[in-house]
């Protein structure tokens, strides 16, 4: 192959965060195909949709959910690692787009997608109870509201049965402490 070809071949190949989004996207829609009768789109496929609205800039909300240091005080602050006994792993997580993410003692674990700064999170997330390779899409959109932020929060692809458990963990485990926080 001739040196221009390589070049041509270079600028067309795709970047890293776009193999990385192309992959979250084939992922999600697998996750919407059923399993019986031979149908590509699920009917039937759970999701979560929460908002929820923090007296601090956007800036500050986007830190305190990719630094570890931060997030780490919001797990403490949620209580769940002693009821739950979880003891383990670190709170680790990654500032770049492909970077993994450990949470809760090891419990919650994944890679983030996309990461706007101050504007988007967009995370291939699932908790320790799932079948091994089984990833949801958790994504957070952060919105400037006066002098707070709001999060509009999409949570999709995880198993079927999940919906309230996890509705209620968001709340419980990320909002409410995330909201203490950030007081």
């Known amino acids: ?10 600028a ?6 776009q193999a990385i989004i192309g992959g979250a996207m084939a992922f999600g829609s697998l996750a919407l195909a059923s ?6 789109i ?3 496929a759970e999701s979560i949709h929460q908002e929820a609205v923090f007296k601090a800039s956007p800036e500050r909300v986007y830190e305190a959910l990719t630094d570890t240091a931060q997030f780490d ?3 403490q602050t949620s209580g769940v690692m002693k009821t739950m006994h979880l003891a383990g792993k670190p709170t680790e997580i990654s500032r770049e787009a492909g970077g993994a993410f450990t949470l809760f003692g090891g419990y919650i674990t994944g890679r983030n997608v996309e990461l706007v700064p101050n504007q988007r999170i967009v995370q291939a997330w699932r908790t320790g109870g ?3 390779g089984v990833y949801s899409i958790a994504r957070l959109e952060l919105v400037e509201q006066g002098s707070g932020t709001k ?3 999409d949570h999709t ?3 079927k049965g999940e919906a309230e458990t996890l509705a209620s963990g968001w709340k419980a485990h990320y909002w409410e402490p995330l909201d203490k926080v950030l007081s």
């Open 42 to 44: 699920s009917r039937t």
């Open 12 to 17: 067309n190949a795709p970047t890293r965060r």
């Open 73 to 75: 005080k919001v797990i």
């Open 130 to 132: 799932w079948a091994p």
């Open 35 to 40: 399993a019986e009768g031979g149908e590509e």
């Open 157 to 159: 692809g995880f198993p």
């Open 1 to 10: 192959m001739s040196d221009k070809a390589n070049r041509e071949a270079l």
């Open 151 to 153: 999060i509009v929060f």
